[in-house]
């Protein structure tokens, strides 16, 4: 409940941090957005809602805006490149411990259903599914993707994710009606980035049903 709490209200959180802390805010912050992404065993951490909140407080000045996007983009880059070689060198046996829970099958699934869907692109499109653009570098590191071809998606998702809700939180953080209800905005903000997961599970579940009541049909005709 105080982390569900923490990050319903992260922007008293992060001004409170930033009376407290100073300028080393932009070092916790970095520390965060590089753990969501870089290691499998952290998903759980505000990505797009702290950087929304962040986006926010650079907008009233308490953050510098062009430091604070070369730092979170920083972070996302190299957080999704420690992904990849802790995959792509430990990825198996991490796997077949079963000790890592966000490691289920239904997202690893999904994950290779989206390489197999959009190739290398994936990198790009899973940096805004939350859960998926932790385990999808992971997953790329066990592929052997090529590192070359893996950095050119990694750079450019980055690059998109954070601009996309740094901007988001800049622009619209400290509008008057936003600023008031900024914990609704949060939720909505965290609801959005939950769309396309939930859009594709439901499609996902319809394709496989129309697979198998086809399968089923073609069983019972007639030979």
Request: hydrophobic fraction near 50%; charge should be neutral.
């Amino acid at each position: 409940m105080n982390f569900i709490d923490l990050v319903l209200h992260l922007d008293q959180t992060l001004v409170s941090a930033a009376q407290l802390y100073g300028p080393w805010l932009y070092a916790i912050l970095f520390v965060v957005i590089f753990c969501e992404t870089g290691l499998v065993v952290t998903p759980f951490l505000p990505g797009d809602s702290l950087l929304f909140a962040a986006g926010a407080l650079a907008g009233v000045g308490i953050l510098d805006p062009l430091l604070l996007w070369v730092l979170m983009a920083l972070a996302a880059i190299l957080g999704d490149t420690v992904n990849y070689v802790i995959g792509r060198e430990f990825g198996e046996r991490i796997m077949a411990s079963g000790r890592v829970r966000v490691l289920k099958p239904e997202y690893v699934h999904q994950t290779e259903d989206f390489f197999e869907r959009h190739g290398g692109k994936t990198i790009i499109i899973a940096r805004f599914f939350p859960i998926v653009r932790t385990v999808a570098p992971f997953m790329a590191g066990i592929g052997h993707m090529r590192l070359t071809r893996f950095w050119s998606f990694n750079i450019i998702g980055g690059l998109a994710w954070v601009t996309l809700f740094l901007g988001a939180g800049y622009f619209f953080g400290n509008i008057p009606v936003v600023k008031d209800n900024l914990t609704i905005g949060i939720l909505v903000m965290v609801a959005i980035s939950f769309i396309p997961s939930i859009y594709h599970a439901v499609r996902t579940r319809r394709q496989s049903r129309r697979a198998a009541t086809a399968t089923a049909a073609e069983d019972t005709t007639p030979q």
